[in-house]
């Protein structure tokens, strides 16, 4: 009986040992597994480059480092270079036989949706970096860092509207008093009248606009019936056009002209006191003279008229003869008859 238990104690520790033993290989094979599957060689040390940021944005620890969108290797560690953290070293390790000229540069890029990761643009130099060296870097901003700094803006503005929007519902809730309600309620039930109001002006059948558009119709219709007589009357217009057009109009502006410098000329000789007529317009003395002739005339035909007119009333003044003697005339005529007056020139 003892022998018997000790040899079921000795097979009970021995499935133990091989299951922890399996346990243990299974957790090497799996991390060496996955370490295979990210391409890291776990039987030799791969080649380490550092490269040095002011400022990592998003990037985290293993993350892809790429070659012209090819990944090369990953994030190792980061850590500060002092305790300002002026700078942050980046560990990167290599897990690809890949050879980086000396002169090319890391910066961080990202896409728009996903994970950070390096980026390293190759240079033309001759010479390749080699592991522990450092390479250089530019600070890139990312797409999502790009992105927000424009969506910010935008974002600052709508805040400013969506604060004057609540100010301004503010106040229009204080504008908007039972009074001023019942005032919208009164305008809409009047914009509601007028509406029906129009209906009815623009109704097809009723309506005065459909009368209006009738009469219009009415109207058109006459102009294209009186289309021939409106053409003729063009025509008309045209044919008088042409014979202005065509008549010599320049030749009489110019015969004109010529007239109008004539009777210029003729108006400078009466004003001038070279011709007779401006002696006679001009000449003050002859202007008397010519009046006192004229009067001297008026008293010769008023002379001429009183004789005439005695002449008549006693004629036997002038015939004088009898045969039984003569008889006495009255007195002379001192002056004429009054219809035969001849006015005096003053």
């Not at 996955?34 to 944005?57: M, W, Y």
């Not at 005065?208 to 294209?224: D, F, R, S, Y």
């Not at 010529?258 to 009777?263: D, N, R």
């Not at 003729?266 to 002739?293: A, E, P, W």
Request: charged content about 20%; hydrophobic content about 40%; aromatic content about 4%.
């Amino acid at each position: 009986m003892l022998g018997h238990g000790k040899q079921v104690n000795n097979m009970k520790i021995s499935n133990e040992t091989k299951v922890g033993l399996l346990a243990i290989v299974s957790i090497v094979v799996l991390v060496l597994g996955f370490n295979f599957l990210k391409g890291s060689n776990v039987f030799s040390k791969p080649p380490v480059l550092f490269a040095e940021f002011t400022n990592i944005a998003s990037l985290e620890k293993s993350n892809e480092v790429k070659i012209n969108g090819l990944p090369v290797g990953t994030v190792y560690d980061m850590r500060p270079k002092d305790k300002e953290v002026n700078k942050i070293v980046v560990e990167i390790h290599l897990n690809r036989d890949v050879a980086i000229p000396t002169n090319s540069i890391a910066f961080i890029d990202g896409p728009l949706v996903g994970g950070a990761f390096i980026n390293i643009a190759k240079g033309t130099a001759n010479a390749y970096l080699q592991t522990g060296d450092t390479i250089s870097t530019r600070l890139d901003q990312d797409i999502i860092s790009d992105l927000k700094a424009q969506v910010t803006p935008t974002i600052t503005r709508v805040n400013e509207t969506l604060d004057s929007l609540k100010i301004t519902i503010g106040s229009l809730n204080d504008v908007f008093d039972p009074n001023t309600r019942n005032n919208l309620r009164t305008m809409i039930t009047n914009l509601t009248i007028s509406s029906a109001h129009l209906q009815r002006l623009m109704n097809a059948q009723t309506g005065a606009l459909a009368q209006t558009l009738g009469n219009m119709n009415a109207v058109t219709g006459n102009l294209a019936k009186s289309n021939d007589a409106i053409t003729s009357s063009i025509r008309n217009v045209e044919v008088t056009t042409n014979n202005l057009a065509n008549a010599n109009i320049q030749g009489t502006v110019a015969a004109l002209q010529a007239t109008i410098q004539e009777l210029q000329s003729t108006i400078t000789k009466l004003n001038s006191s070279n011709g007779t007529l401006g002696l006679m317009m001009n000449d003050r003395q002859l202007y008397d003279r010519l009046n006192g002739v004229a009067d001297r005339l008026n008293l010769t035909a008023l002379s001429a008229e009183i004789l005439i007119d005695d002449i008549k009333v006693h004629p036997k003044r002038y015939v004088n003869f009898s045969l039984f003697g003569g008889k006495k005339g009255g007195e002379p005529l001192t002056s004429p008859l009054i219809k035969d007056s001849v006015p005096v020139r003053q």
